[in-house]
């Protein structure tokens, strides 16, 4: 087992290499100066159409359902264990770059969003269906179809395989575990291995939960997310304020050692083994940050087609306020709580790590922080898994042409996916998301930079109409 590990940890490795993690970076970078820091003077504006639906616009869903259904597979592990993880390997510096792949990545995001839905199309049953196969097919040309079809199986692949299902059941077993069980008392022989009565009951739990959602398709996932979305995150920030309001005056101190970390000027005179230091820090922290709010992923843009507009820079306004809301609000409040605890420092893994600096931080015994933790990560998790399955099932329907008995197929295989979730290793659920992250992330970052000037076009006209009053503002 320990071979295949490393194997996968080595693949995982080699993606998020200089080549990824620059290239993703530098799509964010160029859309940012090519569209005028728009993720900076139109945000405003942006979180105002999250709540304001534009009327008459054709769609299945109102924009901020999309967000909602976006947000729900994008505030997920990674806010809570992925922010944990990426400090624990790459040290406090992680942070910060996972701060600045956000802000260049609002652009990629708000670019997404835009494709989307200018290249959205409508199926057999006359719903309205996109992604980056659809703007790869149709912006690009017929003869790059073959790159539309890499991204959907990496996709599909992500969805079944990765983010979409391991790493959420395990993490929400892990923190079950770590409040019901956290000495082992109580386990169970299971594929050759112990494994503790929590995490077989939870797992079985949430695979029953899945099952008797995921049939219900975008319109039942966007309710229920439209509902448990923002209560979570708003539970999940409190949390976080409440730390770093009783521990004020650890700011500073936490900060320094963030933008420290982050350069490396602790390591400067080390040299090469400085040089070394940092690019782990630059990697971890990119990786992680996309994991958490898949700016660049191609994901989000998959909701985003669904929503009720005529405007497609209106929607990219809207997607684009997801790696928002998720990473430089959510990731923040998560990561600084962990270094002002010192908890990335005290030989902790994964969401052990957050546990620790909740309670550290609040004021409420370590049981009731670890309880606050498992219900955050819990559901988190829990809308993750509904949104990739909507996700990875449109990918499908992209590659066999939306057949009805695939597609029940497939909902048992994910069903089954999240059900052997809790039994892998948490090294290995992270390492076999990052390499399907990372293969998804290559089509679609080709497409974007490729498509950047219809993305400059459509948003000069968008916000030209919205001067002169002829759109909705």
């Known amino acids: 087992m ?25 799509c964010g970078i160029l859309l940012t100066f090519r569209l005028r820091l728009i993720q900076v003077h139109k945000l405003g504006k942006a979180l105002k159409f999250i709540v304001k639906s534009e009327s008459n616009g054709n769609g299945e869903i109102s924009s901020f359902a999309a967000l909602c259904t976006a947000l729900s597979a994008t505030v997920g592990t990674g806010n809570i264990i ?25 652009a990629t995001k708000y670019a997404e ?16 269906i996109g992604g980056p196969f659809y703007y790869i097919e149709n912006g690009l040309g017929n003869k790059w179809k073959w790159l539309a079809k890499m991204f959907a199986v990496f996709g599909l692949l992500a969805g079944l395989l990765g983010i979409g299902t391991i790493t959420q059941i395990n993490g929400i077993t892990s923190a079950a575990n770590n409040f019901f069980d956290h000495d082992a008392m109580h386990t169970i022989s299971l594929f050759g291995r112990d494994y503790t009565l929590t995490t077989v009951i939870t797992g079985v739990l949430v695979t029953i939960l899945v099952a008797l959602i995921v049939i219900g398709g975008i319109k039942r996932i966007a309710k229920i997310s439209e509902i448990i979305v923002p209560a979570m995150i708003f539970l999940y920030v409190a949390s976080c304020l409440v730390i770093i309001f009783c521990h004020v005056t ?27 230091v940092v690019r782990a820090c630059m990697s971890k922290g990119v990786e992680r940050g996309i994991f958490s709010n898949e700016a660049g992923l191609g994901s989000a843009p998959i909701a985003a087609a669904a ?10 306004l809207v ?22 605890a010192g908890s990335y420092n005290k030989g902790l893994e994964g969401v052990d790590i957050t546990i620790d600096a909740f309670g550290y931080g609040l004021p409420v015994s370590e049981k009731m922080a670890s309880f606050i933790v498992m219900i955050c990560l819990s559901i988190f998790a829990f809308t993750t898994i509904l949104g ?69 076009a459509e948003t000069k006209s968008y916000l030209q109409r919205m001067k002169e009053g002829k759109v909705e503002s």
């Open 250 to 276: 650890e700011i500073p101190a936490a900060l320094s050692t963030i933008v420290k970390s982050a350069f490396g000027f602790r390591q400067a005179a080390g040299g090469f083994a400085g040089f070394a």
């Open 307 to 316: 929503a009720k507009t005529n405007e497609s820079a209106r929607q990219g």
């Open 2 to 26: 320990s071979s295949i590990n490393e194997f996968i940890t080595s693949i995982n490795d080699f993606l998020w290499g200089v080549p990824l993690v620059l290239g993703v970076l530098f």
């Open 82 to 106: 992925g922010v944990a993880t990426a400090i624990g390997t790459g040290g406090p510096g992680a942070l910060l770059w996972m701060e600045i792949a956000a802000f260049f990545g609002m």
């Open 388 to 456: 990739w399955n909507y996700y990875s099932e449109c990918c499908l329907n992209y590659l066999t042409g939306s057949k009805k008995r695939v597609s029940m197929v497939y909902h048992w295989l994910y069903v089954a996916a999240v059900f052997i979730g809790p039994y892998l290793t948490i090294e290995a659920v992270w390492s076999i998301a990052g390499v399907f992250n990372g293969l998804m992330a290559f089509p679609n970052i080709i497409a974007i930079i490729a498509l950047s000037g219809v993305v400059t």
């Open 319 to 340: 997607t684009m306020t997801g790696t928002f809301i998720d990473t430089i609000i959510v990731c923040t409040m998560s990561g600084l709580a962990i270094v002002m």
């Open 113 to 128: 969003g835009l494709l989307s839905v200018k290249y959205r199309v409508k199926d057999q049953n006359g719903n309205y």
